[in-house]
């Protein structure tokens, strides 16, 4: 029993030691501010508002980019930075590199244990060891496991710049994969670029089965050079300026597209319908407009020349 007594009461110094030593040192933000190595880091968590948090309670791991790291961004990028307009892009790449919880950076062991983590940037990091070395990304990591009142600090010779996500009406098709034919079709009819950096806009988008529906000849011949100007009226067909989410077409029962013409909205058998093609999802968001997803691919009254290939079958 006194056994027992005795070694409770060691292990409670053990941790009453451990504990006091934790709150002796100091936040990630002080330990960089005072290792003399992260002095741009530092005043650029203040510049973005995050020194609060990397003061505060937490378990945090600081991938730091050390002053030298720093100058090897290209010339007036900091500076571009540091704008207060520019403080919510900031405030993304700093957050990229910062994980929320504590990863130690072993010296001997022959892998990471860890191959990725994600950042409070909510973008992943890759690690990766070459010998002796360990990497984040493209990034060595140079000073490890310093350690913080909240967490670590891990210095690094690069600065972690996260891909920066597309959110325009063309980066979200992209990132559906179903939009394939229509991308290439505005590329191949100039009108990508204004989809991607203009707005705001609405567009009726049909998918890689949509366009099937016309054949394959129909399209090959659509995307000619010869044929561009119909490629552009077509696609143009299927675009209205500003942001019309389903509930304002319904309401509007109709639109007025880029090309000039309108499009008939209504509501059938419990379905939006665009002219005769099925709305099969509508209201996907994106920075410069909102794209409603179509069954079929829109063709402009009195302006439908070419055929489909089933209607060539049908009819002579």
Do not use: W
């Not at 378990?59 to 030298?68: G, I, L, M, S, Y």
């Not at 990229?96 to 990471?112: D, E, L, R």
């Not at 996500?165 to 034919?181: M, P, R, W």
């Amino acid at each position: 029993m006194k056994k027992s007594i005795l070694l409770l009461f060691t292990a409670m110094v053990v941790s009453q030691c451990i504990s006091t030593q934790l709150l002796a040192r100091d936040s990630i933000l002080k330990t960089a501010a005072r290792s003399g190595k992260f002095n741009r880091l530092v005043s650029l968590l203040v510049a973005a508002d995050l020194d609060d948090a990397l003061s505060g309670k937490g378990h945090f791991t600081v991938f730091a980019p050390t002053d030298e790291a720093f100058s090897k961004l290209p010339k007036g990028t900091l500076e571009t930075l540091s704008k207060p307009e520019n403080k919510s892009k900031l405030a993304q790449i700093l957050k990229y590199h910062v994980i929320p919880q504590t990863i130690s950076v072993p010296k001997n062991q022959p892998s990471h244990p860890i191959t990725s983590a994600s950042t409070l940037n909510g973008t992943p990091v890759k690690f990766a060891r070459n010998g002796s070395k360990v990497r984040i990304n493209d990034s060595n990591i140079l000073d490890r496991n310093i350690r913080c009142s909240n967490g670590l600090i891990h210095g690094i010779d690069s600065v972690l710049l996260p891909a920066e996500k597309d959110d325009s009406i063309v980066g979200v098709a992209k990132q559906a994969k179903v939009f394939n034919t229509l991308l290439q079709a505005a590329t191949t009819a100039g009108l990508a670029e204004n989809l991607q950096t203009k707005g705001l806009f609405t567009v009726f988008a049909p998918t890689d089965k949509a366009f099937q529906k016309l054949g394959q000849k129909t399209i090959e011949s659509l995307l000619k050079k010869e044929n561009r100007d119909q490629l552009v009226d077509i696609l143009k067909y299927h675009v209205v300026s500003g942001k019309v989410s389903a509930a304002d077409a319904v309401n509007a029962m109709q639109a007025k597209t880029l090309n000039g013409q309108k499009v008939k909205i209504s509501i059938q058998d419990g379905k939006l319908k665009i002219n005769q093609s099925t709305v099969t999802s509508n209201d996907v968001m994106a920075k410069n407009g909102i794209i409603h997803i179509v069954d079929t691919v829109l063709m402009p009254p009195m302006k439908d020349k070419i055929k489909t290939s089933s209607q060539r079958k049908g009819h002579h």
